[in-house]
Nanobody, 123 residues
Framework: QVQLVESGGGLVQPGGSLLLSCAASGTIFSISDMGWYRQAPGEQRQLVARITERGITNYADSGKGRFTISRDNAKNTVYLQMNSLKPEDTAVYYC?????????????????WGQGTQVTVSS
């Protein structure tokens, strides 16, 4: 069974920092793009940042200069360092990964999501 497990969310004051982590596990053959998305109450899920297998990054304007995405390919893990957090960053943050996995004895290209981790920025 392939899964993505996020950690690192929580309550932080405005101006504070959080580090989110997301580890992929299971019968994984390879991982290409990984990313972070967020969804605030009443809103659609939105891109925060993505990173390719070779480390090329892409950020939404909302996080540029404050957020940094990185990955450790040996650990199948992607990180999101969030600094200078604002109340409007409050949301559930989801990890996403495009992977080639072993399913029923065959390789299959699949898109996986984590269960989400709550980030609340409030004084």
């Amino acid at each position: 069974q392939v899964q993505l497990v996020e950690s690192g969310g929580g309550l932080v004051q405005p101006g504070g920092s959080l580090l989110l982590s997301c580890a992929a596990s299971g019968t994984i053959f390879s991982i290409s793009d990984m990313g972070w998305y967020r969804q605030a109450p009443g809103e659609q899920r939105q891109l925060v940042a993505r990173i390719t297998e070779r480390g090329i990054t892409n950020y939404a304007d909302s996080g540029k200069g404050r957020f940094t995405i990185s990955r450790d390919n040996a650990k199948n893990t992607v990180y999101l360092q969030m600094n200078s957090l604002k109340p409007e960053d409050t949301a559930v943050y989801y990890c996403n990964a495009d992977m080639v996995v072993v399913l029923r004895g065959r390789l299959s290209k699949e898109d996986y999501w984590g269960q989400g981790t709550q980030v609340t920025v409030s004084s």
